[in-house]
């Protein structure tokens, strides 16, 4: 089955620098890409996705790019705000014939200090 | 409007109990999962359900068992709770037709002593 590995478990970053978090997959056949967002004692929510025919995508202050031939991909943020702290996480998604299975790495909890 | 519901959101219970977990979602979606978040925050997948239908079964006890009386509804029944299933559980759904966002319910912290 697919494996997704999430790195740094822990990020600490002054406000207005960038935070990078880096995901691996295992499987090839994975093509989808979500970040979800979870702030303390709430729900997880999308807020970016790639596509594996996209190399990168980017919205607002997140971006997110995909290498398929090594199997990684990131999140970046840019001008991070206090706002911004939360735990991210990378998915990995299989396609329909595997249920459309999604496999979430272990999580990033980013620290935004002001 | 809640796209996804959960009950209850808080559950305190003894070991050896039984206990479920209701979820219901609102927007036509055909398939619906249940996740698992342990203390560290890792989000693993239990079940999935496509239009009433198992698809995705994880090494789950067997003392977990969903019930999907329609597409708009996955419940969750846990048998003779242990410590260890002391967790946030999530509800989701999501559009069958292509991969796409995932949408998570409110979560149900369940605590067990």
């Known amino acids: 089955g697919e494996n997704v590995e999430q790195h740094p478990s822990t990020l600490s970053v002054q406000e207005g620098d960038s935070a990078v978090i880096k995901c691996t997959y295992s499987?090839?056949?994975?093509?989808?890409f979500p970040w979800y967002k979870q702030e303390l004692g709430k729900r997880p929510q999308l807020i970016i996705d790639?596509?594996?025919?996209?190399g990168e995508k980017k919205d607002q202050r997140i971006a997110v790019t995909l290498n398929k031939t090594a199997k990684h991909f990131s999140l970046h943020i840019t001008e991070t705000q206090p706002e911004d702290s939360a735990v991210y996480f990378c998915a990995a998604s299989l396609g329909p014939a595997a249920g459309n299975k999604l496999t979430f790495g272990g999580g990033t909890r980013v620290l935004v200090k002001p | 409007d809640t796209a996804v519901s959960q009950t209850p959101k808080y559950l305190v219970t003894q070991m050896g109990n039984d206990k479920s977990i209701k979820c219901e979602q609102n927007?036509?979606?055909?398939?619906m999962y249940w996740y698992k978040q342990d203390s560290k925050k890792f989000l693993k997948i239990m079940f999935s359900y496509n239009n009433k239908e198992l698809i995705i079964n994880e090494t789950v006890p067997n003392r977990f068992s969903p019930k999907s009386p329609d597409k708009a509804h996955l419940n969750l029944h846990i048998n003779s709770l242990e410590l260890g299933d002391s967790a946030v559980y999530f509800c989701?759904?999501?559009?069958?037709?292509?991969?796409?966002?995932?949408?998570f319910g409110e979560g149900s912290r369940l605590t067990v002593l």
């Open positions: 790639i596509r594996s025919n996209v």
């Open positions: 499987d090839s056949a994975s093509n989808y």
């Open positions: 989701a759904s999501r559009a069958s037709e292509r991969t796409g966002e995932l949408f």
């Open positions: 927007l036509g979606h055909d398939t």
